[in-house]
């Protein structure tokens, strides 16, 4: 079992439409969740950490955590074409010393 | 400097040959981590120093691979002996503090080796 699985993808949703990311992770341990957004070519970049399970709002995006199913999601409101992308989630281990991530899971969002 | 500095950007090398791979974080970091993205796949985790000391290399997946980072700021990846197998983007990131469950990572560039 892969530590971190996401959604394989691709993704495709309409302009304007909700995208839903899921996330599923083996160490219960687990402490803290990353989604991180990756365009075609660049470097990974931050956008949501969440620590408590439940809901955490920023903006279009709304992270969710559920520890006892070792589930975390990524929902993207309103979606844009600017959101097509690969979106990672991250997870640190028990240990916290590093952060795996995930395959990732490309999300196109059409005009 | 501003953000996570990595050179070189590119580097194509032939299989047997010895590279390096250099970054330099941002500014104050005491945490550094290497990873490695192949085509399609997520980052695959390397190694974390913690200052000067690497705290877990445990994902260097063999003896051609080895890291330093001797005065706590920069940190150069080195490979012996490259194989094909070994041509992906290098990533490197940093972060200002560490402690368990809030690591959050700031990126670099890549520098993107290319194995013939």
Redesign the interface.
Known sequence: QKEVEQNSGPLSVPEGAIASLNCTYSDRGSQSFFWYRQYSGKSPELIMSIYSNGDKEDGRFTAQLNKASQYVSLLIRDSQPSDSATYLCAVNTASGSRLTFGEGTQLTVNP | GAGVSQTPSNKVTEKGKYVELRCDPISGHTAL?W?RQSL??????LI?FQGTGA??DS?LPNDRFFAVRPEGSVSTLKIQRTERGDSAVY?CASTGS?????????????SRLTVL
């Open positions: 981590y990873y399609g796949q997520g980052p695959e985790f974390y705290a877990d994902g990533l560490y402690s368990s469950g809030a690591n959050v990572l700031t990126f670099g560039a890549g």
